[in-house]
């Protein structure tokens, strides 16, 4: 089994900055994607950010050259860098890992962290 552990969401005022951590713990052999997606309610859950094993990134377009998404495969962990925050990213953020748990196998499966909430004031 794997656990994802979220921190570091609160409550900013608008154009301040957070910064959420994710620690993945358990039965990890490697992992493929990481990253953060967000969800308000009544909406189905959006994707952020995504950092892939090999050092690629992408962002949704309304976070592009705002939010940094940064990674740790030493540790697991993956660190989402919001700067300039708007009262629309209030939102519950979610740590996401695609987790290869066998050495002998190719098979993942994507976790979910328990969420975090973020919450700009305007």
């Known amino acids: 089994q794997v656990q994802l552990v979220e921190s570091g969401g609160g409550l900013v005022q608008t154009g301040g900055s957070l910064r959420l951590s994710c620690a993945a713990s358990g039965s990890i052999f490697s992992i493929n994607d990481m990253g953060w997606y967000r969800q308000t309610p009544g909406n189905s859950r959006e994707l952020v950010a995504v950092?892939?094993?090999?050092?690629?990134?992408s962002y949704a377009d309304s976070v592009k050259g705002r939010f940094t998404i940064t990674r740790d495969n030493a540790k697991n962990t993956v660190l989402l860098q919001m700067s300039s925050l708007k009262p629309e990213d209030t939102a519950v953020y979610y740590c996401?890992?695609?987790?290869?748990?066998?050495?002998?196998?190719?098979?993942?499966?994507?976790?979910w962290g328990q969420g975090t909430q973020v919450t700009v004031s305007s």
């Open positions: 996401n890992a695609d987790v290869r748990s066998q050495y002998y196998s190719r098979r993942s499966q994507k976790y």
């Open positions: 950092h892939t094993n090999v050092g690629s990134k």
